[in-house]
Structure formats: C-alpha cells, structure tokens
C-alpha cells in the first residue's frame, strides 16, 4: 500500500515571497504520477501540479514548481510570488501507473495562509 | 463543457434514516470515485466505479455504504441507517476512458451532517 506524509500542517508567507512545501512518499512501484491539489474555502479541489515519475524534469505551472526526488521518494511544491488568492490547504496525492486509471492517495495536508 | 456535478451540497440527516448522494461526470468520462472527508483531514478513497461496474471498493466500510453507477444516469453513493460519524464532505471525481492524463477532475462535493 501507498502512503502519502506531509509533516507540515501549517505553513505562512508574506505575499511576493517564495514558500515550498514538502511531501514525501512510500511505494514499491516503479512507475507513477503525483499531484499536488490546492483546496480553498471553497472546498473546491483544484489540480495545481502533476508529475509523472518517468519523466526526470520537474514539472512546472507558472508561479508552481515542483523538485522531485524519485530516489529519495521526495514531491515539494514550490510557489514563488505568493498571492492572497494562494491561502488553501495544499494536499500531496499518488496515484499508481494503470492503464484503467486507479485511486489517489493523498497527504493530510498543508494549510497555506499568505500574509498581506 | 460543464465539470462534475454533485448534489444535494448540504444534506443534513437524523441518525438512522438514508442518505443518497449523487454524482454527473463530467461529459465523455466513464470513471468515477468517491472520496470522504472528515473534518480537519485528507480525503479518503472509498470506491471507483466504470459504467455498471464497481472496479475498486477497497476504502468503503464494510455495511451500511453502496455505491453505483448505472448505465444511464448519475453515481449513486447510498448511505443507511446514518450515524453521527458519517458527517463529512463527500467528494467524486471523474476521469475520462483514455486516461492518457490520469487527471481525475472533481466536483464541488457534498457536506452531509448528521443530527
């Protein structure tokens, strides 16, 4: 079975700064995708970022940037200009490689608040 | 092209009566899961489904929980003799047939509380 750990539960950024957030995983398998989901008070959940795990180059979205250490089983999600619009809980999710598509595994969170 | 849709998206129940949660993929995608959320927690697999077919019940509890996905019509997450502690948001998520992305695209969830 998967697990998914991220050891902060709570993080703070002064806006236009630089956050990274961390998420580390447990998997015997070789091939598999990470997500990082962004879910606001909305409580809408929000894809921000996807890496597939054969692919060496992280993965990036604009001000969202992932470093993927496959060896070390490390995902952070880095998010440089911080906005207001960015205060969320961010949670880190495995999915494995199966040609019918399969569950996610996520983390218990990250709550993100950026400060003014 | 509308996302996925859930509704109701609060429904409050008094122990022991039924709870139905239903869930519209988005257009064109034909898998569909379901994941709880407890307070202050990370969303929880419970059961993935295909078109008249449940492929992966592995997270739901063991009795009182149903899940379906009939050939015509919306997911159905079926919920008897409501307890207190299975006040949660209950969220689906659909993915197409090709699943050349393995992005599963979410819907707004449904908040269900029991009195």
């Known amino acids: 079975a998967q697990t998914v750990t991220q050891s902060q539960p709570e993080m703070s950024v002064q806006e236009a700064e630089t956050v990274t957030l961390s998420c580390t995983y447990d998997?015997?398998?070789?091939?598999?995708?990470l997500f990082w989901y962004k879910q606001p008070p909305s409580r809408q959940m929000i894809l921000v970022i996807r890496?597939?795990?054969?692919?060496?180059q992280n993965a990036t979205e604009n001000r969202f940037s992932v470093n993927f250490q496959k060896a070390a089983k490390s995902f952070s999600l880095k998010i440089s200009d911080s906005q207001l619009g960015d205060t969320a809980m961010y949670f880190c999710?495995?999915?494995?490689?199966?040609?019918?598509?399969?569950?996610?595994?996520f983390g218990t969170g990250t709550r993100l608040a950026v400060r003014p | 092209n509308a996302g996925v849709m859930q509704n109701p998206r609060h429904l409050v129940r008094r122990r022991g009566q039924e709870a139905r949660l239903r869930c519209s993929p988005m257009?064109?995608?034909?898998?569909v899961y379901w994941y709880r959320q407890l307070p202050e927690e990370g969303l929880k697999f419970m059961v993935y489904?295909?078109?008249?077919?449940?492929?992966?019940e592995s997270g739901m509890p063991k009795e009182r929980f149903s899940a379906e996905f009939p050939k015509e019509g919306p997911s159905i997450l079926r919920i008897q003799q409501v307890v207190r502690g299975d006040s949660a948001a209950y969220f689906c998520?659909?993915?197409?047939?090709?699943?050349?992305?393995?992005?599963?695209?979410f819907g707004p969830g449904t908040r269900l509380t029991v009195t």
């Open positions: 998520a659909s993915s197409p047939l090709q699943v050349s992305t393995y992005e599963q695209y």
């Open positions: 998997t015997s398998e070789s091939n598999y995708y």
């Open positions: 890496q597939e795990a054969y692919k060496q």
């Open positions: 999710a495995f999915m494995k490689h199966v040609s019918s598509g399969d569950k996610l595994t």
């Open positions: 257009k064109g995608h034909s898998h």
């Open positions: 489904l295909q078109k008249e077919n449940i492929i992966d």
